[in-house]
């Protein structure tokens, strides 16, 4: 009986036993839950005791064991160096056997998004100007190139005036574009930059720079020549800081092709042009004297910011202001002047802004240009004084000469909005109509009659 009651005390003694380590096992296992949902998982844990993610739980810890294999830390192989032991180690971003709960996986997305921003914000880069200026300060005594396509017959309209003078161009309109600006030429050819009897367009382009992203530009600018007779492509690449080779050699074609032309217009694709107003401008104008005209800007200074896209390092142009010069979305001079600008532009070095370079040509010869209102080559704001003012309004068009910069669909709204028959402007009741009228000339009637109807466009004295 004695025997019996130690074996009972033993058997006793070794449940409690076990219960307590049950127990302990128990708390353990806790813990761990606790630990492991305050977000301390190591990549060690990862093999410890998961939940079932699937219905078979056979499949789901195969599984589970097959991705754990590469966190196995193997006593027997070496250990990597610790910048190398980083680049391997598993990281929070692969996909864990243990699913989570919506919480903790935004917690987890907000800190990864922290760390992203903290790479991306650190120590700043230095900032490189977007334009090779050591580059083009070598190449810029390369100034004359090949003219691939030509308009020889441009400027010869052919026939007599009554009196038995032959006829002159008037006008001659001058674009500048792109190669893969195909839509922008075309609505400039059938609103604004139409030809009629005594005013010719051209288009002025170079080689683009991209040849892959228009396959056959080549081909296509040889079929448009063909159609409309007024492509003049020069073999230089059109970049925005070769629009000065532009700017020259258009000069040079004018004084070869064109040496009687009376006035011409130069601008850009993404512009309106109100052609009537510059022609009612130019009346009693002399085209033997000096005239150029446009959104003159006075005193402007050179951008110093590198990541401008009109940057120009001081060793390039060391002086504090520019010379007064024209905004290049439009301009208008006379043949004269364009003859005399020519000759000058040759004496002057190139400079990357075609604008500025073209204000140092007009200030070699002595020509101060003027400056109109109705040229607004940078957009028109809208007035704080006159919050509901329509600035797309077609009877605020009417009065101005170029607007910079519209879109396709726009320029042609534009053009039917101002040349239908219905408009009226005369009778608005808007409080802001009358202080923005810009033409000082005699008012127009409702109706404007098409290019080939005005008169305007003869050869006169």
Known sequence: MVTLRRRGCYIKGDVMCTMLLLLLFSLLLYVRQVLLSSGWDKPAWRLGILRPTSSSRGTSRVRVAQESRPYAVRPSEPQLPPCEHKSKQPQPKSKQPQPKSKAQSKAKGKSKSRQKKTKTTGAPLPTLPLFDFAGYLRDKDNRNF????????????????????????????????????????QVVRRTWGKEGRSIRTVFLLGVPRNRTALPLWDQLLTYESQTFEDILLWDFEDTFFNLTLKETHFLEWVNHTCPHVKFIFKGDADVYVNVENILEMLQGEKSDEDLFIGDIIVNAKPIRRRTSKYYVPEFVYGSALYPSYAGGGGFVMSGYTARRLSASCQQVELFPIDDVFLG????????????????????????????????????????????????????????????????????RTKPTSGSFRWNTGDSRGEEEADYDDKGVFVTRD
């Open 146 to 185: 090949r003219l691939l396509i030509d308009q020889p017959n441009k400027c010869q309209l052919g026939g007599s005036e009554r009196g038995g003078e032959s006829r002159e161009l008037y006008m001659l309109i001058a674009v500048k574009s792109v190669a893969a600006d195909f839509d922008k030429r």
């Open 360 to 427: 140092m040509c007009l200030q070699l010869i002595g020509i101060k240009p003027l400056r109109h209102q109705g040229f607004r080559t940078f957009g028109i704001p809208r007035p704080s004084a006159a919050p509901h003012f329509q600035t797309f309004d077609p009877c605020f068009y009417r009065d101005l000469m170029v607007v910079h910069s519209l879109s396709v669909p726009q320029i042609w709204l534009m053009w039917n909005l101002l040349h239908d028959p219905k408009l009226k402007c005369h009778n």
